[in-house]
């Protein structure tokens, strides 16, 4: 069998690369670190394939296609997209090898688990992989597979699924993929945060969300006719850091700290049984339409069986 060497959980937060002289020294510094960390446990593990849970920031799937699950099926993907290559720095795409077998493994041993996934061919990478995969890997040299998990556009997988999704990953792992290959699981995305997309009961005179409403909703064209729309979602952001509010949820600031350690308390006790009955609309209130993307660490956690982590 297969063995699981290496399970990392990480931010994805665009800024790091696209505004990297915005923060103070000393968070520079505690990202910096950071990252050498996640980075030298993954060149200690020398893992042979990634398993990557990721969501889609609408780069493949859009509302009118936008399954709970899916698996990317290529010997390659790459990124990122057009519309991300200014805002994340990037002054040319990468190709990042996969396994066409090996997903392909995935795919069908998550269905025979009763997990309805969806099958994607070549897909695009935004700011999920290649933010962190930058700064930990730029070498881009370790085979990734990625498995995405709706976390956008309601009704969303919850906690209990997306930790069995995992689980039914790490068996998958143990009993199909070849013996001796090294694998290490990675989940990018969260805490709270309120990114500038639409979501239900937005504004309808909030022209830019409008906007991003029919691009999440009709797909890649519109960001063909409507080019600044990505530059415009900076300059959005950017007023939002300013004001510190999400303009839908004044109750809270633009990010929840006091969530976040309450989240992370939870996963660092190994604490399955709180996070598994952590409900959309608890996470909606604390961590905002951005905290959803937690499923993903579910679904490492549920792929370490709920051990405590570091």
Known sequence: MAEVVCALSMSHAPGV????????????????????????????????LIIAFLDDHFENHFRNMMPAFAVGISASHSGPADYMMEALKFDEKVVIESNVEHAETLLRGLIKRNFDAARMGEIEYGNNLLVPWKLIRPQYDIPVIPIYTNVFSPPLPS?????????????????????????????????????????????????????????????????EEDPTLYSDLAAYEIEMADKMQWPLRHQHPLVNAAWDREIIEAFGRGDTEYLRNCTFESVEEGGGHGGHEILNWMAVMGAMAGRRPT
Request: charge should be negative.
């Open 17 to 48: 690369l696209g505004w990297a002289d915005a923060p103070s020294e000393a968070v520079k510094k505690s990202i910096h670190e950071a990252h050498q960390e996640c980075a030298r446990r993954l060149e200690a593990a020398r893992p042979d």
């Open 159 to 223: 906690m209990a699924r997306a930790y069995d999704m995992g689980a039914a990953v790490r068996d998958i792992v143990e009993r199909e993929l070849p013996a001796g290959l090294r694998v290490a699981f990675l989940a990018t995305g969260g805490l709270s945060h309120w990114p500038p997309v639409w979501t239900e009961g937005a504004p309808e005179d909030d022209q830019f969300l409008q906007r991003m409403k029919r691009y999440q909703s009709e797909g890649k064209h519109v960001a």
